[in-house]
């Protein structure tokens, strides 16, 4: 599990609701009407900006950040060098028998193993990249029209509110709830744009990177596999990927 985004979520709301609380009753923030209108209003609209699958692949992207880890450089690195280890050791056809999880390793093992010319591996680099950015900038894409619907649903909902206000000034009971319901809509969609939907835009953003990079990183390594077939130019060639501290402590 990915604690920091977990932990930066969780403490982004602690301290709205507990700034909220020390100002008086927090009952005071709820306003079911204002939430209707934002909430509601929000994901009618991404419905019809984007195919409902695109929208719920984009929302289980989003989960996987907390229930997925943060994969290091080093780590990948090390993968391909152990790679290379088994391949010196018993050939490059042994490594069709080996057992991962990850399709773009296993794929680049299987090139390896058929000895494939590096152009094909480079080609297959680009379009394994083409693909995964495509697939990310959908749901980074919704993410950020989400942040740009909530607030407007937060001013739309405001509207009302100023409407049922000024149509009632005879009927001081009614001011106070249409006052709520004008000013909560636009509190609603300004905590949900950027407490919410941009800093998950931005979080899937920096995943694409990362997994951008750990691409590179494991077909280089099948490249340099299969023109030296060395652990330690392997290593020496991956390392320039990791950040110069890591490598120290790498220890090869």
């Known amino acids: 599990m990915d604690i920091v985004t977990l932990l930066g979520s969780v403490l982004g709301f602690v301290l709205v609701i507990g700034a909220m609380s020390m100002g008086g009753d927090l009952a005071l923030f709820f306003n079911g009407p204002g939430l209707l209108i934002v909430v509601g209003g929000t ?3 991404i419905c019809v900006t984007f195919p409902l699958k695109d ?3 984009s929302h289980m992207g989003a989960l996987s950040m907390f229930m997925k880890k943060k994969g290091k450089v080093e780590d990948v690195v090390n993968i391909m060098v152990r790679i290379a280890e088994i391949s010196r050791r018993e050939g490059l056809i042994a490594l069709e028998n080996i057992q991962t999880e990850n399709p773009i390793l ?3 093992c299987q090139l390896i193993a058929d000895n ?3 152009q094909l591996i ?3 680099l680009t379009i394994e990249i083409g693909t995964m950015k495509r697939r990310h900038n959908v749901s980074i894409e919704v993410f950020q029209k989400l942040a740009g619907y909530s607030p407007a649903f937060g001013m739309i909902g405001t509207l009302i509110g100023l409407v049922q206000m000024l149509s009632n000034l005879s009927d001081p009971t009614s001011l106070g709830p249409a006052m709520a319901v004008a000013i909560l809509t636009t509190f609603y969609g300004s905590i949900m744009a950027n407490l919410i939907f941009l800093p998950f835009a931005g979080k899937m953003r920096a995943r694409t990177s990362q ?5 590179q990183i494991i077909f280089e390594g099948a490249k340099s596999i299969l023109e030296n077939n060395n652990p330690r130019l392997v ?3 991956l390392s320039s990927f990791e950040p110069p501290k890591e490598r120290k402590n790498s220890g090869r």
């Open 43 to 45: 994901f009618a609209a």
């Open 55 to 57: 929208v719920i692949e």
């Open 106 to 108: 296993k794929k680049a």
């Open 116 to 118: 494939a010319d590096p």
């Open 122 to 124: 480079r080609d297959t």
């Open 211 to 215: 997994e951008e990079l750990h691409l």
């Open 235 to 237: 290593y020496e060639k």
